[in-house]
């Protein structure tokens, strides 16, 4: 492959493209990079460019928010003349976001080869907006790399052939070992010693206002014991506001940069998230997880990591975190190829090819 095109355009998608950047660079591919503008704030999107030295984007397509519908047309309507004038040889998507399946359907359609980056994860929950852009995505590319042996599993099941599926590990991995030293160096100053980390965005927990509410008065119960530290997604914010929920005894912070949200992840007795990326972050750094989602498409967090599901239990909820307030907290281990080099086995496929 002489000329690689990537597409990132939401915040997971920066720690996933950057080192693949990276590593493409040192073996001196030609790159061309588009920033669909999906997410914009500067807390968003700007600042992970900063810290992960993504170099500036090539486009920026600047679609913003709409309806998902919207918000896909418009990035398809952008990005095909930018395909039309390139030629890459190949694209390169990444994760499951509407960005990720917008350019692929682009690409599959001007049948410029597409390469997916985490491939294969299911949740088996068609509900989930991003379990649609996974299966689409998957199925239109020609090159799978896959973070994990059971989204293998998951691809052949579904009839990819074999010889498309390179289980290379977790490339997120990758950003995040590069940059845990910068994160331990981080002063602690301003945060409480014990604390819990959370982070909520998913619409099944923010867009009903009773379910946001019940979710944040059982972490507020839990808070006296252990504080509870909340970098507010944009979407969440508008919601909390919108529904006029108390969070006096909340620390709630704008979203935050790379290495300051990990220096705190690190730090934490407990992350309580339905984010997917911080289920295996934290399943890496060896802190206990606590995801509020019924299933997840990351299944080897469960099986091997620190992760437990509580679903919408908030009873469980509120009895597990306990349980790591007493200092009884689920011990796992990092799965096989989340070692930080996964973007060099990536660009050493993509060399070859
Ligand atoms: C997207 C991804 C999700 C990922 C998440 C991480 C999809 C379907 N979802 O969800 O998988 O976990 O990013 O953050 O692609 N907004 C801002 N500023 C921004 C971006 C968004 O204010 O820079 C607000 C807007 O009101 C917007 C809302 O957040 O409507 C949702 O943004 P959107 O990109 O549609 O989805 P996310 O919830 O961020």
Redesign the pocket.
Known sequence: MNHILHVV????NFGKAAPVLRGLRQRGIRQTLVHTG????R???DVFFDELEIPEPDFNLEV???S?AS?KAEIMRRFEPIVLERKPDITLVY??????VAAALVCAKLLIPIGHVEAGLRSFDRTM??EI?RMVTDRLSDVLFTPSEDADANLLREGMPKERIHFVGNVMIDSLIRLLPAARRRSTNGFPARFALVTL???SNVDNGENLRQILESLTRVSKGLSIVFPV???T??RVAAFGIDTQNLHLLDPMPYVEFLSLQARAEVVITD???IQEETTYLGVPCLTLRQNTERPITVTTGTNILVGDDRKLLVSELEKIVHGKKKEGIAPPFWDGHTSDRIADILQRM
């Open positions: 355009g939401a915040r997971p999906q997410h914009y704030d807390n968003m999107s913003g928010s709409a998902h918000q994760g499951d976001v509407n960005s990720t907006p991003e852009n965005h998913r619409p997604h944009p979407r914010r508008q984010s997917g990326g």
